[in-house]
């Protein structure tokens, strides 16, 4: 997966996808609305992949905010090699990094710091005007462009009277669902992987049970939450389910978990961030590990655009 150390890859060196590298401290961790950063769209662009769930959250932002024409985006390949994430403008789905023309994700790093160590991944969020990055964490980026451009559209995904529980929902998904397919799948023993599914399953069994009765993971309001539940939910039947080995029951096994990922995905033009083609390539051609072949499964053949009878519970999605 390799790393810069010091400005310079070394692909020998590994994040290893079984641990909460994301915990590690990161350099660029800065909100929009600092000095160098003010709540001017126009200055931020995004770097992202498809294929990556936690990029997937900002896209998801960008998108409810209304903010496609404001903040543009440069998406890497869903196949992350040793040179690690790489600009293949000729392949469906990718462009070319619009601002630094760069081959690889990496070079983005080192235009914003030359002896930059540390991880190089997606998202990113960079400030055109001060020529750095602003932000490499999703949760963070999620809640700095919510905050900074609610007015924006009129549409607030992070209101001030609710970010405490939207903070506390976005924690209890991460480590048992979020990142819990992840240790399903990076399990180094049977127990190991034994007890990361019984997580897993825990886990979509208690968001089962808590929208039986609410809309969105909030009530009635569409917010951030929901929108780091929905990548994992999305990604579920065609990667996690085989190729973490979360077998124990699909997405659509789940009345109402399936019902609401149809609720999401049908809302305010959110189907036009999930692509399934760069998920499945990025999961089965990425993790040799994992799936040594490289093949990429045919299907499963999930309509996400199935009727749903969510929109008869309280709540109306946000109209960007």
Not at 8 to 32: G, H, K, M, P, Q
Not at 143 to 156: H, I, K, M, N
Not at 191 to 218: I, N, Q
Request: glycine fraction near 8%.
């Amino acid at each position: 997966m390799g790393r810069l150390i010091g400005g310079e890859w070394l692909s020998d060196v590994t994040n290893d996808d079984r641990v909460d590298f994301d915990y590690e401290e990161t350099e660029f961790r800065s909100a929009i609305g600092a000095d160098r950063h003010p709540a001017d769209p126009e200055r931020y662009h995004l770097y992202v992949s498809w294929a990556c769930p936690w990029a997937h959250g900002t896209l998801l932002t960008r998108k409810l905010l209304g903010l496609d024409d404001a903040i543009g985006i440069s998406v890497v390949d869903p196949h992350r090699r040793d040179d690690g994430w790489e600009f293949t403008p000729e392949k469906e789905g990718c462009t070319p990094d619009h601002l630094h023309g760069s081959d690889y994700l990496r070079e983005v790093y080192t235009a914003a710091d030359p002896d930059y160590t540390g991880r190089v991944s997606v998202p990113v969020l960079w400030n055109e005007r001060a020529g750095t990055i602003v932000n490499e964490e999703s949760d963070e980026i999620m809640r700095t462009l919510a905050d900074a451009f609610a007015d924006y559209r009129g549409v607030d995904l992070y209101p001030e009277g609710h970010r405490d529980e939207i903070d506390h929902y976005i924690g209890e998904l991460y480590r048992p669902l979020n990142r819990g397919v992840y240790h399903a799948g990076f399990a180094e023993s049977q127990s190991e992987y034994e007890d990361a599914v019984e997580t897993v399953f825990d886990a979509l069994d208690r968001w089962e049970r808590h929208l039986s009765d609410r809309r969105y993971l909030l009530g009635d309001r569409l917010s951030l939450a929901d929108l780091r539940l929905f990548p994992t939910l999305v990604r579920f039947d065609a990667v996690y389910h085989t190729h973490f080995k979360c077998t124990v029951r699909r997405l659509v096994d789940y009345d109402n978990l399936w019902e609401y990922a149809r609720d999401i995905y049908q809302t305010g033009g959110i189907a036009g961030t999930v692509n399934l083609d760069h998920i499945k390539e990025h999961y089965y051609r990425s993790h040799e590990e994992i799936n040594p072949t490289g093949f990429v499964p045919v299907g499963p053949d999930v309509d996400f655009e199935a009727p749903h009878d969510r929109d008869e519970l309280p709540g109306m999605p946000p109209t960007a």
